[in-house]
């Protein structure tokens, strides 16, 4: 596949895909792999997820903002990672425009719950790979 | 769910799994995840891919062995991260054992193949989460 081939599947992947892979680094230097639902996208450059501010994965962004989010399709052997740094984002703004109203399962308080926060992942690479084949990505 | 319970599901979310998120630290301190098939699992603790000598997990792993491996059910909104280390064997006896026909595929000159080697993940922590349920197991 050419890059631009690469690119146009990489972006139908995420735009299927309603979970996405978060790899951090935890306080010990070891990886961490969690699942959590894709909230919203832009490109494959930027990807928002909401959680819960006294999470494992929030404390070790604070610690270590390096990661990676991993786009997947066992079906189809197809693999997009983008690695870049995520930070934690509480300002009512940009909780506003994330807040879904199923969230509130989640913070029965609210968009203004103060335990409600957006995870805000910038890719800086990316990689797609599909069985084999395995191409570079400009982000 | 008790921990006892916690197990159980742990087990049986990583019997019905084909694939299986490995995670990495690359050599500029990032997480890396890739999806892998799983050849064979012993309880929680051992997990065993196979893999070609020359991919980019295998180079990172000899640079850093901590690695963690992720199993996850985004239907039933179960996920077992597993942290430990993770080795890499080229002896002839563990590639027989791991040996599959199908892997023909990917190896041409069959089990002896130089470029065919065992990934040897073992687990020292785990945690299971469910949901908003989430408990620390052993493995």
Same mark, same amino acid.
């Given at each position: 596949?050419?890059?631009?081939?690469?690119?146009?599947?990489?972006?139908?992947?995420? +735009?299927?895909?309603?979970?996405?892979?978060?790899?951090?680094?935890?306080?010990?230097?070891?990886?961490?792999?969690?699942?959590?639902?894709?909230?919203?996208?832009? +490109?494959?450059?930027?990807?928002?997820?909401?959680?819960?501010?006294?999470?494992?994965?929030?404390?070790?962004?604070?610690?270590?903002?390096?990661?990676?989010?991993?786009?997947?399709?066992?079906?189809?052997?197809?693999?997009?990672?983008?690695?870049?740094?995520?930070?934690?984002?509480?300002?009512?703004?940009?909780?506003?425009?994330?807040?879904?109203?199923?969230?509130?399962?989640?913070?029965?308080?609210?968009?203004?719950?103060?335990?409600?926060?957006?995870?805000?992942?910038?890719?800086?690479?990316?990689?797609?790979?599909?069985?084999?084949?395995?191409?570079?990505?400009?982000?």
């Amino acid at each position: 596949v050419t890059k631009e081939e690469a690119v146009g599947l990489a972006l139908s992947l995420v +735009g299927r895909s309603e979970v996405a892979m978060l790899g951090t680094v935890n306080a010990d230097g070891y990886p961490n792999i969690k699942a959590l639902s894709k909230v919203a996208t832009e +490109g494959i450059k930027d990807v928002w997820f909401v959680t819960h501010v006294r999470t494992r994965r929030v404390a070790q962004l604070r610690n270590d903002a390096r990661a990676c989010v991993y786009f997947v399709d066992p079906a189809k052997f197809q693999g997009l990672m983008v690695v870049g740094s995520a930070e934690i984002h509480q300002d009512a703004a940009i909780k506003r425009r994330m807040w879904q109203p199923q969230f509130e399962h989640y913070f029965p308080l609210g968009v203004d719950s103060p335990e409600y926060c957006v995870l805000h992942f910038k890719g800086e690479k990316a990689n797609f790979a599909w069985g084999l084949i395995n191409v570079d990505i400009d982000v």
